[in-house]
């Protein structure tokens, strides 16, 4: 089991990315950021944050894509994990999608055909705090953390403090 | 609740708040944002309507259709079903269609649990009303509304007062009101002339009471049953208005209920015998609100039951 | 034919041979030999079981069983003589039907079918049948009953109490208030309160049981209850007797076993009239057939087709199997708890009844000169119940798939063998009166 990210590398991706959301957007005026539950829905409230304190609020909420995944029958039924989407709504918004880790891009996926039922976006970016390559679909992430190239018999695990007791990120080999 | 929802006996109590927090976030997305859901996509339900009721066939309908799953409506005029084709031939016919699931109502008590027990069929079967014996959807739907008019309930009804007025006897709303109500932690008083209370409710757990009027001093929701005035040809009670003036609610009732106190009724009401005009629109009533709830538990059921991996149902030969 | 019974045990312990010849028993000692030999392997050889309430279904039901199907699974039990209901299509109240009956059961020649009248004409409890006709026809019937019904009217009770004093009859009443059982489903009490069926209280059986116990003692007649079901009938019947009335009762196999919890998953099997009742009910049943109160068990044996109880509850008949597998659940009911030895249990089902019918012939004690009726029944054995192994042609047993103690080996019908090895010998005809 190795540390890829500590506390401290995170926030410092996280502050990155909000300033790439600013210049690729030439500004917030149209931006929505929603994060993938669960982890995503924490790491897009925190980048909101730090996008207030570059340049201004920015509206954040969260999109749950269970409903949409291609994988329903595989498993016993999940349950469902919250969905806000900010009163602004997204028709005609840019949209930013935050989610912790880009693996196959089915739930990326899956999200996009959630958003699809919604609304139409003017755009819709991704941003994620690690991507560690083996796509299945043709997405990719507009605003990445760290790329980590990882084997697919090893397992990402992301911590966040908002309900694990830390921050980090870490590879662990097996499943 | 495994492969069927027959009775509310097959929920534990966090299954049943598990189906209730579903229907909440269902009713965030469906009813705003998205209508429709890819979840069910593929999936065929049946509703199978041995007795009339367009009211909870069309709840069962619209759940199913904004799962995108595909349905299918036999009901019982007009159809092999009104021309005394035996359940199990009926049942045979869809398993043959391929059904994943069948939402039953028929007048024999037991019924659904005879199609799910019988071999017929491997689908999974939804107890839309059985006979006199219970309504499990119906009871979800009142606790989701009884939920959302008291936001502090969230994993328990722990505190909570209910009382259920009117003919318990002959209810299926009744039975699994109780058995819900009983199981989240609610205090539940049924209300009734003694005609319409069944032999064996000693081994119910709920206070019984005679006076309509020191029962609902203090509760926090008053549960309203339908009431049918053929019960009058039987001698369960004298007449509509002795009746209503022993357990109807009426303005005088309505007005001694606290600020906070809900009204329900599972519908259709006979207005002027167990709920005055007055009562059914006051702003106390939820019924409204009970009949658009009922489509987002419902879904959140038909979800819980086909949302996930199919079971290998085996069908006897 | 001549046979001679090799090693059988008497209900004493004492184990000896028996011969059997022109359907009396010849003689009874050790070292015999006459005729074709039979060795009853040390087994329990006790006169051959009467049952005084069964359903034939025929004329009328015959999909459901007839006569000689009847007749195989009563010799399969270990019975030697059953009456027949009159709940029939055409109902058997007239001497036409009655002696048509009779004559089916001697052509089948595996049992002795005694056919029961309908008291009322066409069971429809306003009219009084040819009680005497019957009386007096080829099948000599002294039981009437209108089995399936309750003779509901209070006069008319009377009346007919009253006319078959004529030829010392019985009046075996089937104690259901009608009005208090409309649409009445299974047992009224919390079960049915919980599954939402339609109660069968038990006040609606013990109200026609008083009165019509007092209706008995006003003429001084005889009155025989079937299938007694409560603890307050019970009672009942005990302060009859007490009184000194000539009342009878009788509680079927199954009442004696199950309760209505078994109804919990709606499987219409346990679907019967009366119905099946509490653990109370169930214990004190029990104790009456102990201590006499209750004088006999019958099987209320009634086939129903699969397709009236392949269904959902209430479209599902009432009714349950029971011939072949009554000694048995006696057996495990009373043997098993020690409430009966084996000669109260053969007090109950065999001695008792045919006194009661005055089936001469029948429930006698195995002695020589005796007629041979007979069956021996290995009381060691267990046998699990099998519905496609039955003899009757319908299948509707409660006890599928349950062990149960004692089995019937063989079986002699006015010294004929008619059950060998559990299995139907092809029947001669071997009736008598």
Known sequence: MATVLDAGEIGRALKRIAHEIVEHNHGLENVVLLGIPTRGAFLGTRIANFLGEIAGPVPVGTIDITLHRDDLRLRPPRPLLPTNIPTSGIEGKDVVLVDDVLFSGRTIRAALDALGEIGRPRSVQLAVLVDRGHRELPIRADYVGKNIPTSALETVRVHLSEIDNEDSVEIMAGA | ?317 | MEYTIKNARMLDGAIVDVEISNGVIKNIGNGLNSGEMLDAQKHLLIPGLVDLHTHLREPGREDSETVATGSAAAAKGGFTAISAMANTFPVADTAGVVEQVFRLGREAGLCDVFPIGAVTQGLEGKKLAELGAMANSKAQVRIFSDDGKCVSDPLLMRRALEYVKTFNGIIAQHAQEPALTVGSQMNEGIVSSRLGLAGWPAVAEEAIIARDILLAEHVGSRLHICHLTTAGGVDLVRFAKARGIQVTAEVTPHHLLLTDELVSNYDPVFKVNPPLRTEVDVNALRKGLADGTIDIVGTDHAPHPTEDKDCEWQSAAFGMVGLETALSVVAKAMIETKLLDWNGLVNRMSIAPAKIAGYTNHGQNVAKGSAANLTIVDTTANWIVDRNTLASKSKNTPFQGMTLPTQVLHTFLNGELVLRNSKIVKSTNGGSN
Request: glycine share 6%.
């Open chain 2, 1 to 317: 609740m495994d492969r069927h929802l027959l009775s509310i006996n097959d929920l534990s109590a966090s299954e049943a708040i598990q189906i209730l927090n579903t229907a909440s976030e269902l009713s965030k997305i469906s009813d705003g944002p998205m209508k429709k859901l890819p979840t069910l996509r593929g999936r065929t339900v049946v509703n199978l309507f041995f007795e009339d009721s367009t009211r909870t066939r069309i709840s069962f309908e619209s759940a199913a259709k904004r799962l995108s799953a595909d349905v299918i409506n036999f009901s019982a005029k007009g159809s092999s079903v009104s021309k005394g084709e035996s359940l199990k031939d009926t049942a045979q016919t869809l398993q043959a269609m391929g059904a994943d699931a069948v939402v039953i109502r028929h007048g024999a008590s037991g019924a659904a649990q005879r199609l799910a027990d019988s071999g017929w069929i491997s689908a999974s079967v939804i107890n839309a009303g059985d006979g006199t014996h219970e309504h499990p959807t119906q009871a979800l739907l009142d606790a989701y509304t009884i939920r959302s008019r008291f936001p502090d309930l969230r994993s328990n009804f722990n505190g909570l007062k209910v009382a259920i007025v009117g003919d318990i006897l002959h209810s299926r709303v009744a039975r699994s009101n109780v058995l819900l109500l009983t199981k989240l932690g609610a205090k539940v008083t049924i209300v009734a002339p003694p005609t319409l209370i069944p032999v064996g409710i000693t081994d119910w757990d709920v206070d019984v009471s005679y006076d309509f009027d020191s029962a609902i001093k203090n509760v926090d929701v008053v549960m309203m049953l339908r009431v049918q005035s053929e019960r009058m040809a039987d001698s369960f009670f004298p007449s509509e208005r002795e009746y209503s003036r022993g357990y109807g609610l009426d303005i005088a009732r309505l007005n001694s209920l606290k600020d906070s106190t809900i009204v329900m009724h599972p519908g259709p009401m006979n207005r002027g015998l167990e709920i005055s005009a007055e009562s059914a629109d006051s702003h106390k009533s939820v019924v409204l609100a009970q009949v658009s709830n009922g489509v987002l538990v419902r879904m959140a059921v038909l979800y819980q039951l086909l949302g996930g991996a199919a079971f290998s149902g085996e069908v006897s030969a």
